[in-house]
């Protein structure tokens, strides 16, 4: 049983930089996917970024000048951050992760993390 | 990017019940690299379908996926109590990775 738990600010202010971070509790995986997700009333579920087991990283294009995404393996643990942030950013920030299970793929996800941006 | 449309909106329906979602795309999604999520109110997200039509570990046989191309659903073949909640389907086959708007399954 894997469980996640995401720690981080929950209100910045324009122009500062988000930093969240993601711990890994429970068995471990060798294969895995890792992903940074927000959600919305208004857009609904947005991706953000993608980091793989062989250090391999995707991100949205209209968000990947301002996001660095890193794992520490040693520490089970996953960080986003996002720099310049707006009120547009104002979100939940899921970190949610896929990997073989049994066979077949599963997902743990954090817990979620209301991030407000607002002067 | 690849827009994902989901139908119906909402979707009221009794438990035992048979539910059916679809989702389209924009373009084609290769590989059929589209899954389903579910969320219940206060809840993150959970995968159930990936790949179009494998189910998740874990997820009872009652869900099933089927689809390629740009057409793809999602089918609850008896609605349990558990199952009333938003599904969403999202694709990871071209970047960025892109969700639907969702299905609201309601009693």
């Known amino acids: 049983q894997v469980q996640i738990q995401q720690w981080g600010a929950g209100l910045l202010r324009p122009s500062q930089t988000l930093s969240l971070t993601c711990g890994v509790y429970?068995?471990?995986?060798?294969?895995?996917?890792w992903n940074w997700i927000r959600q919305t009333p208004g857009k609904g579920l947005e991706w953000i970024a993608e980091i793989n087991h062989g250090g391999g990283t995707k991100y949205n294009p209209s968000l990947k000048s301002r996001v660095t995404i890193s794992v520490d393996t040693s520490k089970k643990q996953f960080s986003l951050k996002l720099s310049s942030v707006t009120a547009a950013d104002t979100a939940v920030y899921y970190c949610?992760?896929?990997?073989?299970?049994?066979?077949?793929?599963?997902?743990?996800w954090g817990q979620g993390t209301q991030v407000t941006v607002s002067s | 990017e690849v827009v994902l449309t989901q139908s119906p909106g909402t979707l009221s329906l009794s438990p035992g019940e048979r539910a059916t979602l679809s989702c389209g795309a924009s373009q084609g999604v290769s590989g059929n690299h589209l899954a389903w999520f579910q969320q219940r109110p206060g809840q993150a997200p959970r995968l159930i379908i990936y790949d179009a039509y494998n189910r998740a570990t874990g997820i009872p046989d009652r869900f099933s996926g089927s689809g390629s191309g740009t057409v793809f659903s999602l089918t609850i073949s008896r609605l349990e109590p558990e199952d009333f909640a938003v599904y969403y389907c999202?694709?990871?086959?071209?970047?960025?990775?892109?969700f639907g708007p969702g299905t609201r399954v309601d009693i």
């Open positions: 429970g068995e471990s995986f060798s294969i895995y996917y």
């Open positions: 949610p992760v896929f990997y073989p299970s049994g066979g077949f793929l599963t997902d743990s």
């Open positions: 999202g694709q990871s086959a071209d970047l960025p990775f892109t």
